[in-house]
C-alpha cells in the first residue's frame, strides 16, 4: 500500500449550470444535467444537459459542451434514474411545481411530482419520452433489476391529497408500460437509498432527504427488505442513529472470499433536531444470523451530505459534507469569489476520507479545495480516477468548479493495460481478457457506472471476478446470478500486484 494520499486538481473545464443529476455512460462520457437547476423562475425553461469529455490520455482535463434539451417535456429537475439493461440512462419524475407556486402547500410538503419517464441514449444524446407513471413523483429513487426491469420508490406526488403516497411501480421495456409493485406499498421517505441484494430483495437501508421529511423523521421510517417473491416488505430493528437525513449508503463491494455476502454500510447524515454525525453503521445479509446494523468505526468528520464512491481498491473514499446542527437549513450566505465559484464556508468538510472494507478503518488522504454541500455529486470514472461537482448551498448559489482526485494507487507504479476484451458478454460465460503483457494481476472485478443525486447512488456495485492468469491471458467468467450482477455496463478493472488498475474497458452483461 502506498504511503501516497493522492491528488486533487480544479480542472479548466467547468458547468454551466448547477449538475443536480450525474451519470457515467458507457461511452466514458458524463452526463450533468438539473432541469430548472432549483431556480423557481426556470420551471419552464430548463437548462441545457451537459457532457463532460474526459480525456483519458491524461494529457489535457477534457471538455464540456452543452446539449439539446428536445424530446424533453418536464422539468428534470429532482428525476429519478437508473441504467437500462441496453445502457441507456432511464428517468422518471421530476418537478411539476416549485414550492410557493401550488395552491395548497402546508401542511403538505410543498414541492410538486411530475409523472413523466424517459430515456438518454449515450450514443445519440437525445432524450425520449416514454408513458407517464401513475404518480407524479419528486425525489424517487429508481434501481435496476436482475430482469432488467426499472422498480421505482416514493417521490411526492402531483396532486394532493396523495402528496406521499404510498404505492410503488416497476418499468418493463419489453412491453414499454408501468406497473404497481404488488404487495409493495409503503410510506417511504424520500430519495430513499436501496439496494438490490444478491438474492433478489430490494433493501432500503435507511438513509433518505430533506428536511422536509416531517413529521415521519420523528419517528423514523423502518429499514426494510421487500421480497418480489414472497411479494411482501420485512421490516428490520432501526439502526442505531436514526438521524441519518443527507446521509449515505454503499453495497459494499461483493467479493468471492465472502461468497459475495451483502453488506450494507450506513455513513453519516444528521436531521433538523440533530447535529450532523460522523458515525457509521453495517449490516450484513448472512444467512442464518439476525439482520441487524452493527457500529462500525466513525469517520473522522461529522458529516451532513456525504459522497461516496468505491474505490477498484475495494475501499469506499467519502467527500464532501457538512458539520454543524441544522445543516440544511442554516443561515448560509451565498459569497461567490466568482460568478461560478463560491466561497468555503467554514462548517464545509475539505478532508477526504477513506474507509478500507478489509480492516473496517478510516484514513484521511489529501483534501480537497471546493466545498460540496446540498446538490454535488461524486463519481468514479474508468481510469480510477474519482470527479466531484455541483454544490448548492443556497438557492442563488451555483458551484461549478470540477475537481478530479487522482487516489493513491495511481502513485504505485505503471498501470496494467488491457489490449482486447469481447464487449458483450452473456451471464455464465467464461471469456479473456488479452493483456498488453504478461504482469501478474491480483483482481479482476466489474463496477457498474454511477447515476448519481443527493447522496444516493443505488446502482454503485463492485463484483469481483474469476481471474486465472496464463502469460498475457486472463481467463475469467461471468457470474450466472443476474441479481449479483443485474443486466447493462460495466466497468471492467484488473488491479496489478502494486493494487494499481488498467484503465477499464466498458463491458455489456447480458441475457
Ligand atoms: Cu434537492
Not at 442505531?240 to 453519516?268: C, F, W
Not at 477526504?352 to 446538490?375: A, G
Not at 464487449?423 to 498488453?436: A, G, N, P, T
Request: charged fraction near 25%; glycine fraction near 8%.
Amino acid at each position: 500500500m502506498s504511503s501516497h494520499l493522492g491528488q486533487w486538481k480544479t480542472i479548466g473545464p467547468k458547468f454551466n449550470a448547477l449538475p443536480v443529476h450525474t451519470a457515467l455512460l458507457h461511452t466514458g462520457k458524463v452526463l450533468a444535467f438539473g432541469g430548472s437547476g432549483n431556480e423557481p423562475g426556470r420551471l419552464n425553461n430548463w437548462y441545457e444537459p451537459e457532457i463532460y469529455e474526459p480525456d483519458y490520455t491524461g494529457s489535457t482535463d477534457g471538455t464540456i459542451r452543452k446539449i439539446s434539451n428536445d424530446g424533453i417535456e418536464g422539468d428534470l429537475f429532482c428525476v429519478g434514474h437508473a441504467y437500462l439493461p441496453d445502457g441507456k440512462l432511464f428517468l422518471a419524475g421530476g418537478t411539476y411545481l416549485y414550492d410557493g407556486l401550488g395552491i395548497v402547500t402546508a401542511p403538505f410538503p410543498p414541492f410538486w411530482g411530475l409523472d413523466h419517464t424517459y430515456t438518454f441514449d449515450p450514443d445519440t444524446e437525445k432524450f425520449t419520452r416514454l408513458p407517464n407513471m401513475r404518480y407524479g413523483r419528486w425525489y424517487p429513487t429508481c434501481v435496476t433489476m436482475g430482469d432488467g426491469k426499472i422498480a421505482t420508490f416514493a417521490g411526492l406526488s402531483k396532486w394532493p391529497p396523495w402528496v406521499w403516497q404510498p404505492v410503488n411501480e416497476i418499468y418493463d421495456e419489453q412491453n414499454n408500460s408501468w406497473q404497481k409493485i404488488e404487495g409493495g406499498n409503503n410510506l417511504m421517505p424520500l430519495y430513499p437509498r436501496m439496494h438490490l441484494l444478491p438474492n433478489g430483495d430490494l433493501f432500503y437501508a435507511g438513509s433518505y432527504n430533506t428536511h422536509m421529511t416531517f413529521p415521519f423523521s420523528r419517528w423514523g421510517f423502518k429499514i426494510a427488505t421487500f421480497s418480489f417473491v414472497e411479494k411482501k416488505w420485512k421490516h428490520l430493528e432501526h439502526p442505531k442513529d436514526m438521524h441519518r437525513q443527507e446521509g449515505s449508503t454503499v453495497l459494499l463491494p461483493l467479493v468471492k472470499s465472502k461468497n459475495y455476502l451483502a453488506e450494507v454500510i450506513l455513513i453519516g447524515g444528521g436531521d433538523m433536531n440533530a447535529h450532523a454525525t460522523r458515525t457509521c453503521e453495517k449490516i450484513s445479509f448472512k444467512s442464518g444470523t439476525k439482520q441487524k446494523y452493527i457500529p462500525t468505526k466513525s469517520m473522522d468528520n461529522d458529516r451532513y451530505y456525504v459522497y461516496p464512491v468505491i474505490l477498484p481498491d475495494r475501499n469506499i473514499l467519502v467527500v464532501g459534507g457538512k458539520s454543524g446542527h441544522n445543516s440544511h437549513s442554516i443561515k448560509h450566505k451565498c459569497e461567490e469569489i466568482a460568478p461560478e465559484e463560491i466561497k468555503h464556508n467554514d462548517k464545509a468538510i475539505l478532508d477526504t476520507e477513506l474507509y478500507n472494507t478489509e480492516t473496517e478503518e478510516w484514513s484521511k488522504l489529501e483534501p480537497m479545495k471546493v466545498d460540496r454541500l446540498y446538490h454535488a455529486n461524486a463519481i468514479l470514472l474508468p481510469d480510477g480516477k474519482v470527479m466531484t461537482m455541483g454544490s448548492n448551498p443556497t438557492r442563488k448559489c451555483v458551484e461549478k468548479r470540477i475537481e478530479i482526485f487522482s487516489p493513491p494507487y495511481l502513485f504505485a507504479g505503471d498501470r496494467p493495460v488491457i489490449d482486447d476484451v469481447k464487449s458483450v458478454l452473456k451471464y455464465e460465460e467464461s471469456f479473456e481478457i488479452q493483456m498488453h503483457d504478461g504482469t501478474e494481476i491480483l483482481d479482476t472485478a466489474l463496477i457498474r457506472p454511477s447515476n448519481t443525486t443527493h447522496c444516493l447512488n443505488p446502482e454503485q456495485r463492485y463484483i469481483e471476478i474469476d481471474t486465472v492468469q496464463n502469460g498475457d491471458k486472463i481467463s475469467s467468467k461471468i457470474p450466472k446470478n443476474e441479481n449479483l450482477v443485474p443486466p447493462g455496463y460495466y466497468m471492467l478493472f484488473v488491479r496489478n500486484h502494486s493494487g494499481v488498475p488498467c484503465i477499464a474497458p466498458f463491458v455489456r452483461i447480458t441475457h
